[in-house]
């Protein structure tokens, strides 16, 4: 699923291809977490206790793979639906994908279905959404919570990075709630809803969720404005010309696979389960040696946990569990959490500062680090004598390049012990006390405050770039580089940038 506009181009004409021969990415996508379903925890446990997944193929071979097209279409009048479920070959060589090319691992998927639809079905009638739409998951991810595409959708509604970050799910290096079925399903009604108010047709919300609204609506656009997804396949991505098809005909599969001698594997997925909300920062494997839990049980039963770490510091997170191991949790909790949390969690790292090295020296010995906050007219030159300190230690301590700084900004500053309290009211003196109590002129340097100088006495000229002091002296008659340094409170080595004004002696 892609956040509204997908990188698929559109060709301004039609593609002369072979509605009979198409099966495109998403049967491709299908198959591939189809394949990658295996590897869960209770599906790899199921498949080790159902001998028939050994067998090449069904007792029976009286079984048909195909029927007559007015079979096809009698059998998808009869579902139940307020999505249009028209028949066609596309349709057709979809059905054969589901129930010949992948006919035993089918099996698992109607198997997982009949754990995850239940789930689905509550929210999306919650929801007030049709309840057909549940098949989507099956052409999004083959019920693989774990799934990834190769664009990078994840979870069981195949939700991009910024379209599930626009839902509301938490995506970050720990946690990835597009892998969370109950967080993921509630995302996808909200994207579901905001299409359909975009479209009012509920196959062109399927084609929408698929390549996205600004491809869809490119389509429409460019067939005169039809709103009609048979009437603009053409004009769609190739996915998406695959992407309804291929949900038709996982609605009919998932209705008659009995037809095709598909039989439902039993997954051994904890039924009864129970979600508790972690407010502490938790490992998997903690409650797993705790209460022992396979590990591989609780990260397929908690996907949305990344590295195994659930983040409740940072706000609360759910750890579900199967439900006889709840009561172990609660009363076994403080054990949980203790265990081998200076491993998990080494708290001496949470506070570490860099080595000192002769390249990174420590603090002056016998100086305390004070703040001195930057104000209108402060350049270090001034600052390091008011501290007594060089400009390159202030430079050093508050890793500033060159001499920039800037109103507001607060400085660090190493001060000996003895002066901190002279030394802190720097901070509340005006410029001439400052200059005063350094034993320096009071003159302050020019400032331009909203394009009118603050002493009419003077001229005031914006450096530019590539500016030079003596250039600048040269514009003025009887203007020299010394009067405008002094004037300006500037030494020799002092550097001017662009955008400053310098205070020039108005001529008399």
Known sequence: MFLLISGHGIADEPEKDSLAGEIGPPAIEFMDNLDSLLNLFYVRQSLVQDTSLVQASFESDSIPSTYPDSVYIARLSKIPSVVPLPYNHIVRNYISV???????KMKVMLGMADYYFPLIEQIFDQQDLP?????????????????????????????MYGTGKMYGLTINSLVDERRDPIRSTYAATSFLKDLYNLYHDWILVIAAYNCGPGNVNKAIRRSGGVKDYWKIYYRLPRETRGYVPAYIAAVYTMNYYWDYGLKPVT?????????????????????????????????????????????????????????????????????????????????????????????????PKGRVKIYY???????????????????????????????????GQRLTVYVPKSKVSYYKKFNHYSFAEKQRLSGNSTVQPAVVEQGRPLDENYEYYRVRPGDTIWEIARKYEGVTENDILRLNNLSRRSKIRPGQHLKIRRKS
């Open 131 to 159: 309840i057909e739409l549940k098949y989507m998951a099956v052409i999004e991810s083959a019920l693989n919570p774990r799934a990834r595409s190769r664009a990078g959708a994840v979870g069981l509604w195949q939700f």
């Open 373 to 407: 906050t930057v104000k209108q007219g402060d350049n270090l030159g001034f600052i390091s004598e008011w501290f007594h300190v060089r400009i390159s230690s202030l430079r050093y301590w508050n890793h500033i390049r060159h001499n920039m700084i800037r109103v």
């Open 98 to 104: 589901y129930t010949e090319k992948k006919k035993d």
């Open 267 to 363: 997954i051994n997925i904890p039924v009864m389960r129970d979600t508790l909300i972690v407010q502490e920062d938790l490992h998997l494997r903690q409650v797993s040696d705790v209460l022992n839990i396979p590990l591989q049980e609780l990260r397929d039963m908690n996907p949305q946990y990344r590295r195994d770490i659930i983040p409740g510091s940072i706000r609360p997170f759910t750890l579900v569990l199967p439900l006889q191991y709840t009561g172990r949790f609660i009363d076994y909790q403080d054990s949980i959490f203790s265990y081998k949390d200076s491993i998990f969690f080494d708290p001496s790292r949470k506070t570490l500062a860099p080595q000192y090295t002769r390249y990174n020296p420590p603090p």
